[in-house]
């Protein structure tokens, strides 16, 4: 299964995507090719979503360097992580002082190009490596001309693009899994998710899953920002957990980040998954160490409460926002191991049931003959209290399990609880 969304994922490394533009479509465009019910959807620029707001639609035909010679020394059609994202159209002559300037590289990583972006103020620059950078000081004079021609475009009238793939299960209840499509020629950083996402669609679409999955391909941070403003009211409804993947391809390591409150049901499963895998190899970070789209979905008043889910983290390996961040560094084996660790969560959740509490405040046990008619001193009714309990912490994130060791009943009787709440209507 890897191999085939390995292959596609090959496939899409070169695309110029964005948060915005042809080659953000056409990537979607190219994955719904292996799914019938992926719909692509469409925000358009200039909206408002929340604090932000969709930006124009950003393109570009290309976007190069010429020396004093007429010699292209820098080329967006090389490498498109050479254009800074987001460049303004720019066309004109630079002495080498001016020019140095506006190149960026990294002198901790010589041999990378860096991945440098400029989304909400106009702006432009090229990126280079550092190694490239020596060459140029040393090579030219200070008086040489450079000729600078950035051909790109902003549409207001755009749109920002997002796929998304609904899995319907016995239930409502939904899992979301989330990964993102907007960083150009990066594997672990960009296409690792999407692979493993694609994978677990084709896994679990033919499956009598107990719980609803929807999959996320969306723009990071505006792109999840923006379908949380469309979607709010039906995702708090239905979502009860999920994760958002990310960096999910190399062999390093393993490692993750709980949902806020460390509460929610993901990251008990994907705890589970790690020990039932034998992984031993893992790394917990703080949520005050995240970066990718956990921010958004549990933000205040969203509280989806997501569990984030990488090989080696976003920020922790020296390939990241690089051109070193290629397919040497992602595998189909890193691929495989991440994608079994997601699939087995997954399978753990929808194994159990986390039970939720239909009613505000206590229900009126009484007249459902659930709690005696008679109140008496010092008189305990052990069965009345534990329906009582069990409602207690019946908040869509414990599972019965948990809830088992929380309410001191073993599993048997809990689970005899749940079945006569359920009975009555009272649990879902």
Request: some cysteine; glycine content about 4%; charged content about 30%.
């Amino acid at each position: 299964m890897i191999e085939k969304f390995y292959d596609i994922g090959k496939k899409l490394f070169p695309l110029n995507r964005s948060i915005t533009g042809k080659d953000t479509l056409k990537t979607l465009k190219i994955i719904s090719k292996s799914f019938k019910n992926f719909k692509i959807k469409s925000i358009k620029s200039g909206t408002k979503v929340f604090d932000w707001k969709i930006p124009p639609e950003w393109n570009v035909s290309e976007a190069f360097i010429l020396d004093n010679c007429n010699k292209k020394i820098v080329d967006f059609k090389n490498n498109n992580l050479h254009l800074v994202g987001y460049s303004k159209p720019v066309k004109l002559i630079l002495t080498k002082k001016k020019l140095l300037k506006k190149l960026y590289s990294l002198k901790n990583n010589p041999n990378a190009i860096p991945y440098v972006t400029s989304y909400y103020r106009k702006n432009w620059g090229f990126c280079v490596t550092e190694n490239f950078k020596k060459k140029l000081i040393k090579k030219y004079r200070s008086f040489d001309k450079f000729k600078i021609l950035i051909n790109s475009k902003f549409n207001k009238n755009g749109s920002l693009n997002y796929g998304e793939v609904y899995i319907k299960g016995k239930v409502e209840k939904e899992i979301l899994i989330s990964t993102y499509i907007c960083h150009p020629s990066m594997a672990n950083n960009e296409l690792s998710g999407p692979i493993v996402s694609m994978s677990l669609i084709s896994h679990f679409k033919n499956l009598n899953n107990y719980y609803s999955m929807r999959f996320l391909f969306i723009p990071e941070t505006i792109g999840s920002i923006a379908y949380i403003s469309k979607n709010l009211e039906k995702l708090k409804k239905k979502v009860f957990c999920g994760f958002n993947i990310s960096c999910i391809g190399d062999e390093r390591s393993h490692s993750y980040i709980l949902s806020k409150y460390k509460n929610s049901p993901s990251d008990e499963a994907l705890l589970l998954a790690y020990k039932k895998l034998k992984i031993r190899k893992i790394t917990e970070f703080s949520f005050l160490e995240r970066g990718s789209d956990e921010r958004q979905f549990n933000s205040y008043g969203v509280d989806l409460k997501i569990t984030s889910v990488s090989r080696t983290k976003y920020g922790e390996f020296k390939e990241y926002h690089t051109s070193l961040d290629n397919f040497d560094l992602v595998t189909k084996k890193g691929l495989r191991e991440g994608y079994n660790v997601v699939k087995k969560a997954l399978e753990i959740i929808h194994k159990k049931d986390f039970p939720k509490s239909k009613i505000l405040c206590e229900p009126f046990l009484t007249k459902r003959k659930l709690y005696p008619t008679l109140s008496r001193a010092n008189h305990k009714n052990v069965k009345a209290n534990n329906f009582l309990d069990f409602l207690q912490y019946s908040d869509g994130n414990n599972s019965l399990e948990k809830i088992s060791l929380l309410i001191k009943v073993n599993i048997k009787k809990t689970r005899k609880i749940f079945k006569n709440l359920k009975k009555y209507n009272l649990v879902y």
